[in-house]
Every structure is written in C-alpha cells, then in structure tokens.
C-alpha cells in the first residue's frame, strides 16, 4: 500500500502544542484541537479524545514536553521537581495500556539526564518525535511481517480501532489489514461494532473508507456466527497490554472472539508493537483492567437506551489467553502459539 492511502495523523506536534483528531466526534464531525497544556492531554486522554494504546503513549510523550515547558519557564532549575506530578497525572490517565507508561519511562530517562540550569524543551521534544516515529516505523513492518502469515486471498474480521487513528501512524492490526489489503491477500475485511464506544463502527469503518478499503460492519454479535459461516480465515486485533507469557488484554469483546474463533478452526492473530509488552507481569491475570462510566453502556449518541434505574458493567477490556492466540506480531519478530519459552526466545 502506498503512502498516499496513509494520510490520516491523530496525534501531531504542531510547535504550539499536540494536536489531536478528536475521535468522540467521528465520523460525523472532523475535529482537530491543539492542546498546550499538559492538564489538557490527561484530559484528552482519560475522555478518549485521543485513544488507541500507542496514540496515547505518543500524546503523553508530547505532554512531557508541554509540561517541561511551562515548569521550566515558572521554576527555572526547579523545574525538574514541579514536573513529576505532572508525569504522575499523566500515567494516571488510563490504566490498562502500557504504552502510556513505556513512553513515559523513555521521556522520564531523558529529564534525568539534562543538567537543572538548562532548557529540557528542544532535548525532550527530539524524544518524543523519536517515540512517534519509531511508532510507525515499526507498524509497517509488522504489517510486512502479518501478511506472511496470510496464505491466499482471505476474509479477516478486526476488533475495536487499531489504525492511524489508534497509533503514530498506520496502524498495528489495520496496519496488517493495510498492507495485506495492498498485497491483494485479503478479499474481505469485516469489522465489529466494538459496543459500547463504538471504535469498529465509527472509526474503523472511516479509517479504512478513507484508504480505499471496502468494509463490511457487523454487530458484535454476529462474529461467533460468522466464523461459523467460513468467510473468515483470520481474526486480527490490536492490544493494550501484553504479559510475558503471551497473555493479551485488548478491548473488550476479544476474548469472546478468540474463543469463538479456536471453536471454528478460524486463526487469530495479535498485532502490536514490543512497547505493549509488560515483562513484569508473568501472565494476563494481574493486567489492570479500566472500568468506564456507565453511561456509556447506558446511552447511545446521547440518548438513553435503558429502563431509568437500571446499572452497567463497563470493563474497557478483557484478556485472551496466550493458548488461544496463533501469532503475535511486533516489529521483532513473530511468536506462534505463544508461551513464556516463545516469547522469551524471540525477545531474549
Ligand atoms: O479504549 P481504546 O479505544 O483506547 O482501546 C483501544 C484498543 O483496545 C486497541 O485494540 C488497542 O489499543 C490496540 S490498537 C493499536
């Protein structure tokens, strides 16, 4: 796939600030902000302004050097001690993806390294620019290295939202899609809803329309019949968190999916970079997993949909286990049927 049909940005350094796709609002609305002020990108992040887990390790890399800015110009050598909170606010954001933290360890390692007295601006900014094109650098290539597990010309299924809108650029799973698409491997690309917030029925379907590549939008519940039906060869998701032994938190609904998938001898593929990988979680089970507001769950575009009086349950995400994942893909490399073993042979 060319460059031309990867256009979309969703998180970009403008010099006054980050400027973000605000993605509550698409696909009706096409809305851009430009934040400036290291509060503003918690905030961005925690109501999903900006989501996707290597979106908001990049939008928070970028508060980092809004932050050091503002402290740097209130507290001149002081700066270094103002700004921790600000880091601390940062990480507090969202919970489950560990990229926001990763990309915040990478900008914390650079503010030990600068003297008091000096101006950290330009030295944080290069890292930060740095995190977001390693970033897309790295999507495509794991979408080089998912199309060759790709034998044929396929029907994929994808979960949630995993493209640029998600990521630096490109995409982890839709990445894949991407360039599988542009490879003439898959002939058909059906996305799920993704209830409650809808990322596969606004966003995916946008993102991928926008590319020039057909899609066909399902209701949640439709995926276990359709991998029944045969259309379907792979299921490829995206992830948030990944332990050490393989096990995946992704958005909600993807354990279902991976489920239904080894029932109907449909292969599922997870695509994300080796930022989302937690070495010091030896398995899914202690991955924290965010609860959203019921109002999600209890609305649709703004109107109710429930009986007054009735609650939500609202996990963010779920986790599949590692036994029931084919392949993880990451920039480095590809581990089939994942385990602890596996894992650690590839990443050493
Ligand atoms: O709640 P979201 O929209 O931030 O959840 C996003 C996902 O679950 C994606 O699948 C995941 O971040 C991988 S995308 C690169």
Same mark, same amino acid.
């Given at each position: 796939?060319?460059?031309?049909?990867? @256009?979309?940005?969703?998180?970009?350094?403008?010099?006054?600030?980050?400027?973000?796709?605000?993605?509550?609002?698409?696909?009706?609305?096409?809305?851009?902000?430009?934040?400036?002020?290291?509060?503003?990108?918690?905030?961005? /992040?925690?109501?999903?302004?900006?989501?996707?887990?290597? *979106? /908001?390790?990049?939008?928070?890399?970028?508060?980092?050097?809004?932050?050091?800015?503002?402290?740097?110009?209130?507290?001149?050598?002081?700066?270094?001690?103002?700004?921790?909170?600000?880091?601390?606010?940062?990480? *507090?954001?969202?919970?489950?993806? /560990?990229? +926001?933290?990763?990309?915040?360890?990478?900008?914390?390692?650079?503010?030990?390294?600068?003297?008091?007295?000096?101006?950290? $601006?330009?030295?944080? !900014?290069?890292?930060?620019?740095?995190?977001?094109? $390693?970033?897309?650098? %790295?999507?495509?290539?794991?979408?080089?290295?998912?199309?060759?597990?790709?034998?044929?010309?396929?029907?994929?299924?994808?979960?949630?939202?995993?493209?640029? +809108?998600?990521?630096?650029?490109?995409?982890?799973?839709?990445?894949?899609?991407?360039?599988?698409?542009?490879?003439?491997?898959?002939?058909?690309?059906?996305?799920? $809803?993704?209830?409650?917030? !809808? @990322?596969?029925?606004?966003?995916?379907?946008?993102?991928? +329309?926008?590319?020039?590549?057909?899609?066909?939008?399902?209701?949640?519940?439709?995926?276990?019949?359709?991998?029944?039906?045969?259309?379907?060869?792979?299921?490829?998701?995206? %992830?948030?968190?990944?332990?050490?032994?393989?096990?995946?938190?992704?958005?909600?609904?993807?354990?279902?999916?991976?489920?239904?998938?080894?029932?109907?001898?449909?292969?599922?593929?997870?695509?994300?970079?080796?930022?989302?990988?937690?070495?010091? !979680?030896?398995?899914?089970?202690?991955?924290?997993?965010?609860?959203?507001?019921? $109002?999600?769950?209890?609305? +649709?575009?703004?109107?109710?949909?429930? %009986?007054?009086?009735?609650?939500?349950?609202?996990? %963010?995400?779920?986790?599949?286990? *590692?036994?029931?994942?084919? *392949? /993880?893909?990451?920039?480095?490399?590809?581990?089939?049927?994942?385990?602890?073993?596996?894992?650690?042979?590839?990443?050493?």
């Amino acid at each position: 796939m060319s460059a031309e049909h990867d @256009q979309i940005r969703a998180v970009a350094w403008t010099g006054a600030g980050v400027r973000l796709l605000d993605q509550r609002r698409l696909p009706q609305e096409e809305i851009y902000w430009t934040i400036a002020c290291v509060s503003d990108v918690a905030q961005a /992040i925690t109501k999903m302004v900006v989501r996707g887990a290597p *979106a /908001i390790g990049i939008a928070a890399a970028y508060g980092v050097v809004l932050a050091a800015r503002a402290r740097f110009s209130e507290a001149g050598s002081g700066w270094k001690q103002l700004l921790e909170a600000d880091l601390c606010d940062l990480e *507090a954001a969202r919970p489950t993806a /560990i990229n +926001l933290a990763w990309a915040l360890a990478r900008m914390q390692a650079i503010i030990q390294g600068l003297p008091d007295h000096r101006d950290p $601006e330009s030295a944080l !900014l290069v890292e930060a620019r740095c995190i977001h094109e $390693e970033d897309i650098a %790295a999507n495509r290539r794991m979408g080089e290295l998912g199309t060759t597990l790709i034998e044929g010309s396929v029907g994929v299924l994808t979960h949630c939202n995993t493209g640029s +809108l998600a990521t630096g650029g490109f995409g982890t799973a839709l990445g894949v899609i991407r360039h599988a698409y542009g490879k003439g491997r898959i002939e058909k690309v059906f996305a799920d $809803e993704t209830r409650p917030w !809808l @990322q596969g029925a606004r966003l995916t379907t946008w993102e991928l +329309l926008r590319d020039g590549i057909p899609v066909v939008l399902i209701a949640d519940s439709v995926a276990p019949y359709l991998l029944g039906q045969g259309e379907v060869q792979w299921v490829i998701v995206g %992830a948030d968190r990944i332990a050490a032994n393989g096990d995946t938190a992704n958005k909600i609904g993807s354990y279902g999916l991976a489920v239904a998938a080894r029932y109907h001898n449909v292969r599922f593929m997870v695509v994300a970079p080796t930022s989302t990988i937690d070495w010091n !979680l030896s398995d899914g089970t202690r991955i924290p997993i965010e609860q959203r507001p019921p $109002e999600e769950v209890l609305t +649709l575009g703004g109107k109710a949909i429930a %009986a007054v009086g009735a609650e939500a349950y609202n996990p %963010a995400f779920d986790v599949i286990p *590692a036994h029931l994942i084919d *392949a /993880i893909v990451t920039e480095r490399g590809v581990v089939r049927r994942p385990t602890h073993e596996r894992m650690k042979a590839l990443f050493g």
